[in-house]
């Protein structure tokens, strides 16, 4: 099994499909990086030998990925807050940031329904 990153790598996987199991690694990057490290994008993850595992470390090094890239989206979602811009209050207040309706939808960032009191339904 390969580990770059502190992540085992799925070793059934095509080499450029199983580097997208690292946080911040997606289909096109993944790519790049097994064209620069000159490793078959095709070959799987458990027939690649010890120096093309270290070319693919080498590669991966590179970028910003993992525990680097998950606490810089952190830390600029803690900066909206702190200032205080549009982004930052829809952070705070658990609602969709990028313009989405909330009338009908957004359960996934509301929840679902909350009960309000005293609220009956009129009916004969």
Not at 44 to 66: G, N, S
Not at 74 to 87: A, D, L
Not at 90 to 99: A, D, I, M, N
């Amino acid at each position: 099994m390969a580990r770059i990153k502190n992540i085992e790598l799925p070793g059934e996987k095509h080499t450029n499909i199983g580097l997208t199991a690292i946080y911040g690694i997606g289909r096109n990057l993944a790519n790049t990086i097994c064209d620069d490290a000159k490793v078959n994008r095709q070959k799987k993850i458990k027939d690649l030998t010890d120096d093309e595992i270290q070319a693919l470390r080498k590669e991966v090094d590179k970028y910003v990925v993992e525990g680097d890239l998950r606490r810089e989206s952190q830390m600029n979602i803690k900066n909206k807050m702190e200032i205080n811009c549009y982004q930052g209050i829809r952070h705070k207040k658990g609602l969709p940031v990028r313009g989405q309706r909330t009338n009908r939808n957004a359960h996934t960032r509301k929840g679902r329904g909350k009960i309000v009191a005293n609220k009956k339904k009129v009916g004969k």
